[in-house]
Every structure is written in structure tokens, then in C-alpha cells.
Nanobody
Framework: QVQLQESGPGLVKPSQTLSLTCTVS??????????WNWIRQPPGKGLEWMGA???????YYSPSLKSRTSISRDTSKNQFTLQLSSVTPEDTAVYYC??????????????????WGRGTQVTVSS
């Protein structure tokens, strides 16, 4: 069974860069046709797909976040990482990593994705 675990700081100051890592077990992040996603949920709002990295290392981003988002991976550690620059309090959310077979860019419901991490709360505040 695929397991994912998010890690990173819970508090980030405005204008700084948020950096989170997802550690994967039970499957390789190079497994054919898998996509490795970052999704967030601000307080009181729905899920928002942020971006993904494919089994081949190709990256895809939400148009609304593309200018501030970077996703990378370390295959030796079976991890992938999210960086979100120039954060504001509006970036406060629970951040999740999740898997999908194929690229799914609209996270309407959690069951659209196959496996999820438990999520990590990130608060942007001075």
C-alpha cells in the first residue's frame, strides 16, 4: 500500500518561501503512469490542486499558482518537494500530497486521488 507523509515548517512568515516534502513508501515515485500531487485546503474552503510531478519528472502547475510554485523530486530518497514563494496569509492551509493514475488537475473531492498523506497545517503569519 502506498503511504505518503508530508513534512515541513508549520509557520512561515509573509514574503518567505514555503517548502514541504512528501516522503513516499510502498511505491517508487518513478512508477509508470503515477502522478504525485500537491493539494491544499484553506480554512473553510474546498480543495485546491496546486501541481504535480509525473513518473518521468515532468511538472504541471495550476495556472493561478504557476508563477510562485515549483515541484521537484529526489528519486534516491523517494521524495518530492513543493516550494511556494512570496507567501501571504491567504496561503494558510492544510497541505496534502496525493497520488493519481494520470494527471488530475481539479481536486473536487478526495476520492479523485488514490492515496493521500495526512496533511500538514501551514500558517503564514508574522
Amino acid at each position: 500500500q502506498v503511504q505518503l507523509q508530508e513534512s515541513g515548517p508549520g509557520l512561515v512568515k509573509p514574503s518567505q518561501t514555503l517548502s514541504l516534502t512528501c516522503t513516499v513508501s510502498g511505491a517508487s515515485i518513478t512508477t509508470n503512469f503515477y502522478y504525485w500531487n500537491w493539494i491544499r485546503q484553506p480554512p473553510g474552503k474546498g480543495l485546491e490542486w496546486m501541481g504535480a510531478i509525473s513518473d518521468l519528472g515532468s511538472t504541471y502547475y495550476s495556472p493561478s499558482l504557476k508563477s510562485r510554485t515549483s515541484i521537484s523530486r529526489d528519486t534516491s530518497k523517494n521524495q518530492f518537494t513543493l516550494q511556494l514563494s512570496s507567501v501571504t496569509p491567504e496561503d494558510t492551509a492544510v497541505y496534502y500530497c496525493a497520488t493519481s493514475m494520470g494527471l488530475i488537475t481539479v481536486a473536487t473531492t478526495k476520492d479523485m486521488y488514490d492515496n493521500w498523506g495526512r496533511g500538514t497545517q501551514v500558517t503564514v503569519s508574522s
